[in-house]
């Protein structure tokens, strides 16, 4: 009896432990990754605010809390923020951005999505084939990328040519595409071009994620009821592959909206955004402060977007449940 006793008491206590050993080692895996973000996202965010709150010194921001004579002073700057939205510049740009980047994510879906389809649709040992195909753009050196498209689009470039010679460049410039005909360089066309073709993977991979565990006895369903090809793909592909669509259009769009490089080499003066903006604070007119309400304003704008992926995130994993 106090043998058994024993065993019973033993038995719960173990199971106790074991329950807690576990606990620790999942806290343990949860902490690292939140740790991490802690560290490299968190802390240079509030650095940033810090900044825009703050005046600027000779050489670097001053700092917002100061002691002296025995008091502690708090000195809050808020002026920036409320310049940036009484300045015309600041929100053309941010205006102009969120217009560019909304334009290249309509773009890249409307051509990744076709060759997502087709690459989930295609036989098995072609894929990975494919699939490479995607990737491939990512072993050339970023720069030497959007550098050859402006030797594409330069007067005797091959793609303007080809556009000259099919006489589509009078129809591009009357639409505002291009400042006149046969000039295709620093234009909103070439921009638009340069952040499609380097962002366009960043489409393609998410939406061929998604595709291809889609169950096609649902299309095969559709069909024997009646329907076509087009309704079967509209009315069953299309909504399936949603969480798809809005993970490829974060993560063209939010990129898109703080680009640099892309609108320095191949946009113009017609297509300022507010990296390059973002850039003249900090390095031409050294002002920190107004360069962070800057960088802040950015990405309170693109937590938005954000929140909806979130949402329809955490959506899609309660109805595969």
């Known amino acids: 009896m106090n ?4 065993r019973g008491a033993v038995g719960p206590t173990g199971r106790l432990g074991g329950l807690r050993a ?3 080692g999942r806290s343990l895996v949860i902490a690292i990754p939140f740790g991490w973000l802690l560290v ?3 802390a240079p965010f509030l650095i940033v605010l810090d900044y825009s709150v703050s005046e600027m010194g000779a050489v670097r921001p001053e700092a917002i809390v100061s002691a002296a004579d025995g008091l502690l002073k708090l000195s809050i700057k808020y002026g920036n923020y409320l310049a940036i939205f009484g300045d015309d510049l600041y929100v053309k740009a941010y ?3 969120l217009k ?3 334009i290249t994510t309509l773009l890249c879906l409307a051509l990744g999505y076709p060759f997502a389809y087709f690459m989930a649709r295609a036989r098995p040992g072609l894929q990975p084939a494919l699939l490479m195909g995607v990737m491939l753009p990512f072993w050339t050196s970023f720069l030497l990328r959007v550098y050859a498209w402006k030797g594409l689009l330069d007067d005797g470039g091959l793609v303007s040519a080809l556009l000259i010679f099919t006489g589509l460049d009078p129809l591009m410039a009357a639409s505002g595409m291009i ?4 000039k295709f360089m620093n234009t909103p066309f070439s921009l638009v071009i340069g952040m499609a073709y380097t962002y366009l993977p960043f489409m393609v991979l998410p939406l061929y994620a998604n595709l291809a565990k889609m169950d096609l006895a649902l299309l095969e369903a559709a069909a024997d009821l009646g ?3 087009f309704k079967a793909f509209w009315l069953i592909t299309v909504p399936l592959s949603r969480a798809g669509i809005i993970a490829g259009s974060m993560l063209v769009f939010i990129p898109c909206v703080g680009e640099f490089v892309i609108p320095e080499l191949l946009g113009g003066p017609q297509t300022l955004m507010i990296g390059r903006v973002l850039w003249d604070e900090f390095f031409s007119n050294n002002d920190w402060p107004m360069a962070s309400t800057v960088a802040v304003v950015l990405v309170l704008l693109i937590v938005v977007p954000l929140a909806i992926f979130n949402k329809y995130q955490a959506e899609a994993q309660e109805q595969g449940r």
């Open 40 to 42: 490299f996202f968190l």
């Open 95 to 97: 205006a102009s951005s």
């Open 179 to 182: 400042a006149s005909a046969g």
């Open 227 to 229: 329907a076509t090809r």
């Open 100 to 102: 560019y980047a909304a």
């Open 22 to 24: 576990q606990l620790r």
């Open 3 to 6: 043998e058994s006793a024993a």
